[in-house]
């Protein structure tokens, strides 16, 4: 699923051993294995009759990704006449037949092949190739800034400005519209950008909706989607007409038309022949009001004759307002009208035109939540599939000690947001709130993310939204949770039935818990008991251990694991009686044997039963 994104994928391999690797890859419908006559009989792939050069020439156009098994050499003759200009390459991956290495050939940055690699790499893995300067140097891809925004690059001149960034020279940025987040990606990373005047800069970068500006400098131009236009007509008035209209009025007051967000109007326009027909062809939101909420928006020039036909004094004005969520308006309603009748003119009708520029940016993206469970703290103890969501990620939330242990596999630019660990429904209503405007959010937790981890919090919080299930949408990848880690560090205690039971009673009733350790004491479950004290909660583990007493000996084994896998772990084997002799924090995880656990050298061990249970 993480790679659907590029979907559709085409996969080359001419050997077994490469459709092996890449079947790895393909379980899911964004990867198409093609392979030659002579493999066909493995199983998941398809078939090319026709020499691969042709092949892979007619897949080109209507592919947006390529992994080929092949050779780096044998790859690059094989596209070099297909190859065109960056911004239109699909991305091309090239893995050896090991395993070892993914190689971003083309397409890095704009086509993607760069994410790419990274992704296949730490599926499988590999180490990833990625020989672009500014990646190479952790440095920010500038024709990739606003791209998780949906913003559109504009005029300038991109190479020269990327040169500027690589060779590490000042770079300023003058940000006019659109989300600043994306600066929080480098507040604490070497960066070359600067954000205020600087007669030292070497490049500009423009975040604006206005027209370029003349400049001595290299510069480039980004256009967030903030312009929603709000458009009035008469019935019947032609597409024609309408864009023209909003041609001159952006060419009138120097807006560029890559900032329109979309177009807005009342609701008995919603099938408005020439706005439907505009909208498709710019591939242009069409956002619909009723007249009784664009009756309730103060507007500077309502008219009567228009709230006598429709109900409301104002259609263009108000609707690019509600469109926009703001109460001022860029530019205010002009009107245009067709050219005296003339069966040569396709500009028909009349259309009043209003422009309102919104504060966050519309993305055209469907937003989704990798809900994260990152395993007991080393990066090896994660898997594959969960470090590939970090670091396909747009943005990152999560508890900052948590944050601080993926910090290798994170990527420059992510957006990462840490917040306390007493913040944790903040965190899920920020992950939400970006993923509703269209961002791909990482909400981690240590462990596994729905073993009293984030996931569970996210999923209550969006049913409190009446979340339709689909939109945004949401991936859960497991995690080792804190008793599996513990457990693996002291031996096999987990080997016959068990139970967990957090001692925290800040969301459960203290007498709910003290039910739950008399029922799991008494029916013999091996317990991991979880948030088993804190600063100020230190009876509760007194009062979980003289539970257990009542049904266990006083030298049932018990394992104090602290930091599992972490470089401040603590390991400490002791026994029922003595538990309260360990020191013991909320970085701890408790594991109680059942009447069957024994040491045996150093070794804490629960029979299952097949060589017969232990007596006494």
């Not at 070359?192 to 600087?198: A, R």
């Not at 948030?531 to 009062?543: E, G, K």
């Amino acid at each position: 699923m993480l790679l659907a994104e590029f979907s559709p994928i085409a996969a080359i391999a001419t050997t077994p051993t490469g459709v092996k690797k890449l079947q790895t890859l393909s379980q899911n419908d964004s990867v198409n294995i093609w392979v030659p006559e002579s493999l066909a009989d493995i199983q998941g792939t398809q078939v090319y009759t026709i020499p691969l050069k042709e092949h892979i020439a007619n897949l080109w156009q209507t592919h947006r990704a390529f992994i080929f098994c092949l050779a780096t050499g044998a790859v690059v003759r094989l596209i070099a006449p297909l190859l065109q200009h960056k911004s239109t390459d699909p991305a091309v991956v090239v893995l050896d037949e090991a395993g070892r290495f993914a190689i971003a050939l083309c397409g890095g940055h704009q086509g993607g092949g760069d994410k790419l690699a990274q992704l296949i790499a730490l599926q499988l893995n590999a180490t990833p190739v990625l020989s672009g300067a500014s990646t190479s140097l952790g440095l920010p891809a500038v024709d990739m800034l606003g791209v998780p925004f949906g913003w559109n690059r504009g005029e300038g001149d991109w190479t020269a400005v990327s040169a500027s960034v690589a060779r590490f020279e000042r770079v300023q940025v003058i940000q006019e519209t659109g989300s600043t987040l994306w600066q929080t990606a480098f507040s604490t990373q070497q960066s070359p950008f600067i954000f205020q005047e600087d007669s030292s800069a070497t490049a500009k970068i423009w975040i604006t909706s206005k027209l370029p500006h003349s400049s001595s400098l290299p510069q480039i131009y980004w256009r967030p989607r903030v312009l929603w236009i709000g458009i009035g007509c008469e019935r019947g008035t032609s597409a024609q007409l309408i864009e023209t209209a909003i041609q001159q009025v952006f060419q009138k007051h120097q807006l560029a038309e890559s900032a329109i967000a979309g177009i807005a109007t009342i609701d008995i326009k919603s099938d408005e022949v020439g706005l439907v027909e505009l909208c498709q062809k710019r591939n242009f939101p069409l956002k619909t009001f009723s007249s009784d909420i664009l009756n309730k928006i103060s507007v500077p020039n309502p008219s009567k004759v228009v709230e006598k036909e429709v109900g409301t004094p104002s259609v263009a004005e108000a609707a690019a307002l509600c469109a926009a969520q703001c109460q001022t308006l860029l530019i205010a309603k002009q009107i245009f009208k067709s050219p005296p009748p003339s069966s040569a003119t396709p500009l028909q009708g009349a259309v009043t035109i209003a422009v309102a520029q919104a504060e966050k940016e519309y993305t055209d993206r469907t937003g989704e939540l990798l809900l994260i469970g990152t395993g007991p703290g080393q990066i090896n103890q994660m898997t594959p599939a969960a470090q590939a969501a970090v670091s396909s990620a747009d943005a990152i939330i999560g508890y900052s000690l948590y944050v601080d242990l993926i910090n290798p596999i994170l990527r420059p630019g992510q957006i990462v947001e840490a917040l306390p660990i007493t913040k944790e429904r903040e965190r899920a209503q920020r992950a939400i709130e970006l993923a509703n405007w269209g961002l791909q959010v990482a909400v981690i937790s240590s462990g596994d993310c729905g073993i009293y981890g984030m996931a569970g919090l996210v999923l209550e919080e969006l049913q409190t939204q009446d979340w339709d299930g689909k939109t945004p949408k949401i991936q859960i990848f497991p995690g080792i949770t804190a008793m599996q880690a513990a457990a693996s560090r002291v031996g096999t205690p987990l080997m016959h039935d068990f139970c967990a039971i957090s001692l925290s009673d800040l969301l459960t009733p203290w007498e709910m818990i003290e039910k739950r350790l008399e029922a799991a004491a008494s029916a013999d479950f091996v317990t991991a008991l979880y948030n088993p004290r804190s600063q100020t909660r230190i009876q509760q583990l007194v009062t979980a251990r003289d539970i257990f007493l009542k049904y266990r000996n006083s030298n049932t084994p018990v394992a104090v694991v602290r930091s599992a896998y972490r470089q401040d772990e603590q390991i400490t084997l002791t026994t029922l009686d003595k538990l309260l002799d360990v020191s013991v924090d909320m970085l701890t995880t408790v594991l109680i044997g059942n009447s069957n656990t024994r040491f045996h050298a150093n070794w804490m061990v629960t029979p299952r039963g097949y060589l017969g249970f232990a007596n006494g």
